[in-house]
Each structure stands twice: as structure tokens, then as C-alpha cells.
């Protein structure tokens, strides 16, 4: 069973950046952040697919995120990021790290093809 364990959430003021990170404890192929606002259904903002074990892998984002957000890994620390530059309200949310045992491709994004997911961690960006 793939473990995830994420950190690094926080209250921020609009303008602001966190780093998120996740600590995985398997092998897996494609991983991803999503993040879930209360009222709202869980949304994918970041994946990375590919033989992340040997550290080839590719990066997909949400038109919501792009430019602003950074998704990378560090294979041999088994840890994902979420580096957020210019956060807005509307980054408020949950955030939670999710994993897959198959390369899923780009823009796969969906919650219900990921079987493995974090506790989550809190992102709160006031105005």
C-alpha cells in the first residue's frame, strides 16, 4: 500500500507563496496534487507521469495554476512538491497528495483514477 504524507500548508496573504510537500513510501508512476474547497468538488491542479522511480517524468497543469504553481519531485528523498508563487483567495482550499501505479498520461486529472491519497494539508490565502 502506497503511503502519502503532506506538510506545508498555511495561512498566506494573497501575493504570497508555500511549498507543499509529500513524502511517498512506494514506487509509483504517475502522482498529482488536488485540492478540494468546502462546497466544492475535489479539482486536480498538478500531475507527474512517467517512470517517476527513475526520475523521468513529464508535468501537466490546470489552466487554474499554470504559471503560478510548480510541481516537481525528488525521487531519491521520495518527495513530491507544490511550489505556489502568487497565491489568490481563491487557492483556498485543502490540498491533498494522490498517487497511481501506472503512468496515466497528461490531464488526468480525475480523483477516481488515483487509488492512493494523503490526509491533506490546509491552504488558507486571505485578501
Known amino acids: 500500500q502506497v503511503q502519502l504524507v503532506e506538510s506545508g500548508g498555511g495561512s498566506v496573504q494573497a501575493g504570497g507563496s508555500l511549498r507543499l510537500s509529500c513524502v511517498y513510501a512506494m514506487r509509483t508512476y504517475t502522482m498529482a496534487w488536488f485540492r478540494q474547497a468546502p462546497g466544492l468538488e475535489r479539482e486536480g491542479v498538478a500531475t507527474v507521469y512517467g517512470d517517476i522511480y527513475r526520475g523521468i517524468y513529464n508535468s501537466y497543469y490546470s489552466d487554474s495554476v499554470k504559471g503560478r504553481f510548480t510541481i516537481s519531485l525528488d525521487n531519491a528523498k521520495n518527495t513530491l512538491w507544490l511550489q505556489m508563487n502568487n497565491l489568490k483567495p481563491e487557492d483556498t482550499a485543502m490540498y491533498y497528495c494522490?498517487?497511481?501505479?501506472?503512468?496515466?498520461?497528461?490531464?488526468?486529472?480525475?480523483?477516481?483514477?488515483?487509488?492512493?491519497w494523503g490526509q491533506g494539508t490546509q491552504v488558507t490565502v486571505s485578501s
Open positions: 494522490a498517487a497511481a501505479q501506472s503512468s496515466l498520461g497528461p490531464a488526468r486529472l480525475s480523483p477516481r483514477e488515483y487509488p492512493y
